[in-house]
Every structure is written in C-alpha cells, then in structure tokens.
C-alpha cells in the first residue's frame, strides 16, 4: 500500500493551496493523496527558537507582599493577616479617612483638571509637606534652605535621594540599622550605593542596644550617610529616648556623617505630628545638613496615591537651589513627573484648618486603637503564659508594629497551625488587629514560643 510522508522544516509549514489542490483531485482514480488518505503520516516538525530570556531566572516572592498572597488562599475562617503594614478597623476593613473624602469632594466641586505637574511635583504639596515635617515658619523654610521634591511615597522618595548619592557622593557607604524595612537594602542595592549595617536591636532584651548603635557609628568612615528611622522604628518599633536622640546626633555630627531620615509615620506613631517629628527637628536645629524621606501612606491612609517627598536640608538657599535641580534632573528620566491626586488631597487638608483639624482627630484615633489593641494583647499573654516570661517589651514598642522575638521556626508554627499571617523576622501589625482576636493571637503566641524549636533546639534521643 502506498504511504506518503511530509517533512517540514522550521522555516515552512504546509500549504493550505497544497492541500486544496489535492482535495481537488479527489474524483480522479489517479489521486494517491486521498487513496493514501487512511494510512499515510503526516509529520510535522517546527524548531522552536530558545528564548533570549532563558537567562531570567525567577525571582524570589517579596517577603512582605507575599505573605498577603498566602493569606488569600487560605480558607481558615481563623485566619489573621499581620505582615503588611496597612491600618484596619476594629471589623478588619481596609479604612478611607473621612477626611480624605471631604479633600477628593473638593478636587470634583473645583473641577480640577488632570494636567501634568511639574517635575518637582505640586507647589503646594512641597510647602505643605515641609512645613508638616520642620514646622510652619521654621527659619529653615523662610531662608529657602530646604530642597523638597515630590516623590513617589517613601520608597521613591528614598530612590530620589539613593540615586544622589551615587552620583554626586561616590564611594560614600550608607548605614542601615540592623534590622530595617526589607525595602530599605533593595533600594541602596539597586542604586549602586553601598551599605552596611549598624547594631540596632538586641534580642536579648528585646529592645535597643544603644551602646551598639553608637559604637557601630563611630567606626563609619567620616562621611557615612545614617538611615535613621524618625519614629516607630520598622521593624522593631523600639525607639531611642530622647536623650538617646541627643546622643546620636552627637556623634553624627562628631564624625561628620550625613544623616538620612525615613519619616514614614509622622503622626501615625504617637498621634502627634509635632511628637513624631521631634528628633529630625533636633538636628535640624543643630544646623546640620541632612536628608529627609517622607510618605503620607500610613498617617492619611493613601497607600495606593503613592505621595511623599525628598527634603534635603542645605546649609544655604544656593545649595538648596542646586541640589533641587539635581533631583528634578534625576526625576525626569526616571518617572518624568509625579502623581497629581494625592498631592491635592494633601495640600487640601493641611491647607484648610478645619480639615487639618479633622486629620489630627482621625490620626489620634487611629494611633489610639492600636495602643489600645497592644494594651490588650500584653494584657492576654500576661493572663494565659504561667511561664513567668516577661512581655513588657510589647508596651515599651511604638507605632504600628510589633517585633515579638519569634524566630523563622515559630514565625512558620504560627502560620502553619494558627493561620496568622506575618514576616518571617517576628514582625506582626497590630494595625492588622482587632480586640476580638488579640486572645487567639495570643494563645498562637504563646504555643509557638514554647513549643515550635528549630530543628537543631530539639532534643535529640540516644
């Protein structure tokens, strides 16, 4: 019986008028296609091209965002996300400040207009954001001494300033403290800049070892930049006093360092915007200069507007002047210009009094209930742990956060047989809890403290 068989290259596929031709035959006696038609193979091979992205590897989950990932597909009606850190109501409600809404009514009475800004953002967010941060009619702000950028919250706001280092400050190594904010170490890396780490939290203690900090700052080269958190240190929420502020700011300026502030709860940590920005006023009276981060994520709940600004603290207006214009420059390839939207909702409420009133009202609320809520879950751990073990440190932290001790292994216990859902450092976010689940958080607590060891802390039989 006759077969046929069709190869094909990689650079030719078979011919539909091929095929229409044959099928035209079809009433001829002479047409072997069709008599074949039952036993013939057709083959076809395509060569597939390998991708130029072969080299790509896959990238790791974020440790932070993934964790809500996680979260999602678990269908435990237990479950508690305490990784990312975003304010929810006493129900677990993703909340919109009130006065955020009365702002955003505004911008559509007025028919604002959607136009690009310019590249160092809204003039009137700029006045606003820095007045917030040093004061309103701070000296620094009357001389023109502040170079205040619109950035893309916090993290673009750091990047801004990153990228200035490593173009105008080579070879300068910043400082991080040890632990931080997982996104702090991405940006430096990605922007070229070298870091390394100062001692920051004993867990020992379970608080600040200060002696550390300070000794780790002295041995940096002169000329060092040192990330400072402003308040409710990330992760750890364990803050310096303020004599411990003074001390700090004594041996920056001994040393010649530059410091670099990230104010990412100004208001948010103690319900105080003047209280929260207490220590980057300390030094901004010292006349030093220094870098400012700042994000309106947390204190106004505008996660997804992605506002904040860059501050850099000059020691003259022509300084000040220069360094602006390197930031724009930075800007303009990177972004081209910011976000107009929470930039007016900002400028709105800090610019009308009785809105800015209205904040400072919802800002303390909101502080309140998570003080309220780290009260109750010390209170539950004290009440259900017989061990005697001490859990002040949970009073003695501030902000939203709460650095518990746990390790990977008891992180992994409270997820894997708790369902609660947080980093795998021992951060969780009390913003994320309510007072109905502060007993089951502690009880998930207390049983991996005691009961989930690393592999190597088990006893091992002979």
């Keep these: 019986?006759?077969?046929s068989m069709l190869s094909l290259g990689s650079t030719s596929l078979l011919p539909r008028e091929f095929i229409k031709d044959k099928l035209k035959l079809g009433t001829s006696g002479s047409n072997s296609f069709l008599k074949a038609?039952?036993?013939?193979?057709v083959t076809m091979s395509v060569a597939v091209k390998p991708s130029r992205f072969e080299g790509i590897t896959m990238a790791p989950p974020d440790p932070i965002l993934g964790v809500s990932e996680a979260f999602k597909a678990d269908t435990n009606e237990l479950k508690l996300n305490l990784g990312v850190g975003a304010y929810r109501t006493e129900e677990l409600q993703p909340y919109v400040l009130n006065v955020v809404k009365k702002a955003e009514n505004l911008m559509l009475e007025r028919g604002d207009n959607k136009e690009y800004l310019p590249i160092e953002g809204l003039a009137a967010f700029n006045k606003a954001t820095a007045e917030?941060?040093?004061g309103a009619g701070h000296p620094l702000i009357k001389e023109q001494k502040v170079a205040t950028i619109q950035?893309?919250?916090g993290t673009g706001s750091l990047r801004l300033a990153a990228a200035l280092i490593e173009r105008y400050f080579p070879g300068a190594k910043v400082l991080i403290s040890a632990p931080t904010w997982g996104n702090h170490k991405n940006i430096f890396n990605d922007a070229k800049v070298p870091w390394s780490e100062y001692r920051y939290y004993d867990?020992?203690?379970i608080g600040l070892d200060f002696e550390g900090m300070i000794a780790d700052i002295k041995e940096a080269p002169e000329g060092s930049f040192i990330l400072l958190h402003g308040c409710a240190h990330n992760p750890t929420g364990i803050d310096p006093t303020p004599e411990q502020w003074v001390k700090i700011a004594d041996v920056i300026q001994e040393k010649n360092h530059i410091p670099f502030f990230d104010v990412a709860y100004q208001g948010f940590a103690s319900g105080s915007l003047d209280e929260d920005a207490s220590s980057?006023?300390?030094f901004a009276e010292r006349g030093?200069?220094?870098?400012?981060?700042?994000?309106y994520s947390k204190n106004l709940g505008l996660y997804a507007e992605r506002i904040g600004a860059i501050n850099v603290v000059c020691s003259s207006a022509d300084a000040a002047t220069r360094v602006k214009s390197q930031l724009k420059r930075i800007a303009r390839p990177m972004y081209s210009n910011p976000p107009v939207h929470g930039a007016r909702i900002v400028a709105n409420v800090v610019g009308d009094a009785a809105m800015f009133n209205e904040w400072k009202a919802e800002m303390e609320m909101m502080a309140g209930r998570i003080k309220t809520v780290r009260q109750k879950l010390y209170d539950s751990l004290v009440s259900k742990d017989k061990s005697g073990k001490d859990w002040s440190f949970i009073l003695k932290q501030i902000g939203m956060f709460s650095f518990t001790g746990l390790n990977k292994a008891q992180s992994d216990n409270m997820t894997d047989k708790w369902h609660v859902y947080m980093t795998k450092d021992g951060r969780i976010s009390l913003a994320g809890l309510s007072m109905a689940k502060?007993?089951?958080l502690a009880d998930a607590i207390i049983d991996s403290y005691h009961n989930a060891l690393l592999y190597w802390e088990t006893p091992i039989e002979l």
Excluded: H, I, W
């Design 438 to 440: 502060c007993e089951y």
């Design 151 to 153: 950035g893309l919250s």
């Design 1 to 3: 019986m006759a077969s």
């Design 280 to 282: 980057v006023r300390l």
């Design 288 to 295: 030093m200069e220094f870098f400012v981060a700042q994000s």
């Design 132 to 134: 917030l941060l040093f």
């Design 37 to 41: 038609k039952s036993c013939s193979r």
């Design 203 to 205: 867990p020992k203690t």
